[in-house]
DNA sequence: TTGTAGGCGTTATCAG
DNA sequence: CTGATAACGCCTACAA
């Protein structure tokens, strides 16, 4: 397990010089004689020098690591953000570490501790469902250490947040149902504890007012759990119960979508004639399945790449915190398909 | 951005006592008193102290934190065992610092090297479609340096690896088409430089053997990239082109199979009367696609969990390299769902 | 142009 | 029972 790692002091020891003109030739400080550069330099190549970053992390007490606190890995939206912040990170030479909280507001805690006792330069958050009080971010914000949510974001005065326009998002789905002809159109919701929910639903309403309907309160139909299983029992449910049959499903997410789809055909219906089906999120499968599923596109790995920017630029103090518009709001985009065309 | 934090040396000079004493009161080092032990727990209590891992890291050589290197984030499969490696690590008081290396070999070694600097206690590894030789590990390897590989495993003496028994899961795949009357299966394998990808051939084809057909090279066919539309192409020209008529395919992943289902089905051809389709992965799509794909089921998360159980106790040397079985294989499941029943 | 002497926060060793 | 000192690897005044 000793590595032997090649440290300046051995490059000093074999050159007979100190360890400090290693350190300095080897960044190329002024007032060193360019024949002794090149006999560090060489030497260091040989030997397979790497400065241990851990040394160097005490010494400037930062880490060039940024922390990442997502509630769930396994989910595709999540996924897509950590590989644009992955990417983001890595091209400007920042490290990652990643906890999940799977959703638990203790582990969101105790990241935070960790990641503050490795000396992270600074963190990117998408809190848990059980966060409900923020002191835990803001203390922190207080201090001025560089925090930027996405996704889900709280409602504190000096946070940065990067989100997506899920207001606008919902607002064009809407419309678009609208649009093709589609009358009776229900929404499945999320839970309505999160801001995205919210807004979705929000977008729904004022599209139908804004098109000259009367939104129906017994049409905006809640799916906690957010699964094709969920979303299957509550439209077949929809489509028994209902007096004023509906013609279309606005689904808060895909997986949902398709669970109303799967319904509507078990029902006999057809898709896109009979019902129209819109998701949100464009998972992978919306174009695997069939018909194929329309569905509001949410820019994940965008989302990742410019929260990771935002944090680098505050941390290398290129912005200030206060010089900079707190929250910025990424464009949705509607991909129309076959589940909602007719 | 300066965190301020206390240090041990603030707590003793708030103290006046030594640093030293500090230290050993919080780690309840025999020796010190009860009275000394009490006040300095109180003190780094009330001041908030939380050790410096840094500082630690340096001191210890070695980090608590382990590295994950793998090809893709946006990955189903890898996601999940992402999730079952955070988990375990988690419990076991390490951190996890994730690179991707998008399939590059480049990104692969500056990863190595990067976490190495990072004085990284060890890595899981699963490599890159472009990496073909593997020196960069076996040199970490001949060093005691812990490293598990998972999934994607290179073929090195000593290496240890986690896996899915792929070879099986391809067998009862085959079998279980030969058993619903298709004779003409087709294979739609990965890269031929991926051992996962020899190992589902070869279940292939010794199901097929073992069941008294003979295996027809024409009728392995490469997908190189595993993406919907390759599948989608390959199969349109297969269908076209081979005078011996396919009634199915076995994909070696489930977007290939999803890209087969939909050529054949264009092809006018019905799923699963006329051809037979099954995937590899169990991606969560396969339940909601028309037909229902059936699919062979990797256990993601305890590949991620068994993985990073094995680096641990390696690091911590409840385990010594020669005295353990080298590869961990797990099992897969058959599901069987629409696409494959007649 | 180069060397010496701290110091980053912690622990281990050796005295007292 | 407690304190001083050195060390982990690197950097950076300050000297020479």
Redesign the pocket.
């Known amino acids: 397990m000793k590595l032997d790692?090649?440290?300046?002091?051995?490059i000093?020891r074999e050159l007979?010089?100190?360890?400090?003109?290693?350190?300095?030739?080897?960044?190329d400080?002024?007032?060193?004689?360019?024949?002794?550069?090149r006999r560090v330099k060489e030497l260091a190549d040989k030997m397979n020098?790497?400065?241990?970053a851990?040394?160097?992390s005490?010494?400037?007490?930062r880490s060039f690591t940024i922390g990442v606190i997502i509630p769930e890995v396994v989910h595709f939206f999540f996924s897509t953000v950590i590989s644009g912040i992955e990417e983001v990170a890595f091209d400007r030479g920042y490290k990652v570490i990643l906890t999940q909280t799977n959703e638990k507001l203790v582990r969101e805690k105790s990241s935070i501790d960790t990641m503050l006792a490795n000396q992270i330069d600074g963190v990117l958050v998408s809190y848990s469902k059980e966060t409900t009080n923020f002191d835990h971010f803001s203390q922190l914000l207080d201090k001025g250490f560089p925090i930027v949510f996405f996704d889900r974001v709280p409602n504190i005065e000096q946070a940065i947040t990067v989100t997506v326009d899920d207001y606008s998002g919902a607002y064009e789905a809407t419309k678009h149902l609208l649009r093709q002809g589609y009358r009776n159109i229900v929404h499945l919701s999320g839970p309505s504890n999160l801001n995205i929910s919210r807004e979705r639903q929000r977008g729904y309403t004022n599209a139908l007012i804004d098109h000259g309907f009367t939104p129906d309160p017994e049409f905006i139909v809640e799916c906690t759990l957010g699964t094709d299983d969920e979303a299957q029992k509550t439209t077949t449910e929809i489509l028994k119960s209902f007096k004023k049959k509906p013609d279309a499903f606005f689904a808060n997410n895909d997986m949902a979508a398709v669970g109303a789809m799967l319904a509507c055909k078990a029902a006999g219906l057809r898709v896109p004639e009979d019902v129209g089906i819109v998701g949100f999120s464009n998972w992978q499968f919306c174009s695997m399945i069939d018909p194929t599923l329309t569905s509001v596109a949410q820019p994940g790995f965008n989302m990742g790449a410019k929260a990771t920017e935002i944090l680098l630029d505050l941390v290398e103090k290129k912005i200030q915190l206060h010089e900079f518009s707190n929250s910025v709001v990424l464009d949705t985009e509607l991909l129309i398909r076959k589940s909602s065309v007719r």
Chains 1, 2 share one sequence.
């Open positions: 790692q090649v440290t300046i002091k051995d000093a007979k010089v100190s360890s400090s003109t290693v350190s300095r030739a080897l960044k400080y002024p007032g060193i004689s360019d024949e002794t550069k020098y790497r400065p241990n851990i040394a160097l005490l010494q400037k007490g």
